[in-house]
């Protein structure tokens, strides 16, 4: 009889103050895990699929351009289009646009900036090819056409 | 009596609100952010042409040319022959890289540093004297019309780096899946890396598109 008395008088609470620790870890994992969505994709994105795919390096070296169609058509048309930071530009444009990214890095890093391309699949070639053209021009040569991992069947 | 009523209150912080609070930034970034996944095919432009100088003359051999031909109906023409099937490049291109046709001395190199496996190929199918004369002087050319899809354009040079990477990932001894990962900045890994590529240039030539779709 004693003995259940005793029982009954401990603390009936599960101890939750190790929650928090727990709720924080997962946190700082997701935190350092994920990047800010930088830009707001005003253009349609359906990457190409590849297999021999590279991983950057640096993240900080790469910047982007987005290349599709429009996401409303109704006000921008349905021609593939160019965006870099949230804004349409036109091909002679992307020569400022490396300026003011290679401005931001160290002087050493500068020849080493990677540009992405972000293009839509059902983008034709001609306007890649302007792009490029002023990449080179603006002697921003290396290149990273992104695009998702093509699960092989074997 | 009294003591013990002074004491209770400071006994302990009420910390049940901190995991609310924590799960409320955990769920902030959850929303706010996308997992980075950026992976992609690398490419080098060539650098800008000088306009001081003259263009420059081009006296390659029509054999050292592998050329790859997009219209804008995406059709492909590879050495003047139209293909149907894209994934058909990749090893057309590792038969014409890998062919002695007419070897100079670094090609010889090249050659006796091949794996014995590598050599088999070579000496079955890799001397046509039509094909290129070494890797050394191998060189893919690509060229896609204005009016060509992008995805398309992804498809070929996937598989031209395709060929190149297991060209390379053959001569190391390694996976191709390793290679892909291979990590120049570890000097065990770097040589590697240099011994796999030496005397076979990555010699991938992207044509500038012509105006009209063709």
Known sequence: MSKFGKKSSTSQEIPTAALPDIIFMLLFFFMVTTVMREVELMVRQDLPKAVQLQKIERKSLVSYIYIGEPRKTDLYGTEPKIQVNDVFVEPKDIVRFVNTEKDKLDEVLRDQITMSLKVDIDTKMGIVTDVQQELREANARKLLYSSRKLVEDI | ???????????????????????????????????????????????????????????????????????????????????????????????????????????????????????????????????????????????????????????????????????????????????????????????LYDMARKGIPRAISIAEPNKIGG
Do not use: C, H
């Open chain 2, 1 to 191: 009596m009294a003591k013990n009523k002074k004491n209770r209150p400071v006994a302990e912080v009420n910390s049940g609100s901190m995991a609310d609070i924590a799960f409320l930034l955990l769920i902030f970034f959850l929303v706010t952010t996308t997992i980075a996944n950026d992976k992609g095919i690398g490419m080098l432009l060539p650098p800008k042409p000088d306009p001081n100088d003259p263009p420059p003359d081009i006296t390659m051999n029509q054999r050292n040319i592998f050329k790859i031909l997009a219209n804008s109906q995406d059709r492909l023409l590879v050495e003047d022959e139209p293909l149907e099937d894209v994934t058909k490049i990749k090893d057309m291109v590792k038969e014409f890289v890998l062919n002695f046709g007419n070897p100079d001395a670094d090609d010889i190199l090249v050659y006796n540093s091949l794996p014995s496996t590598m050599k088999a190929t070579v000496n079955t199918v890799g001397k046509r004297p039509d094909s290129s004369d070494g890797p050394g002087e191998a060189v893919v050319s690509f060229k896609a019309d204005r009016g060509t899809s992008y995805e398309l354009y992804i498809q070929v040079l996937d598989q031209l780096n395709g060929a190149y990477n297991e060209l390379y990932a053959e001569r190391a001894g390694i996976s191709v899946e390793d290679w892909r990962i291979i990590d120049r900045k570890d000097p065990v890994q770097k040589e």
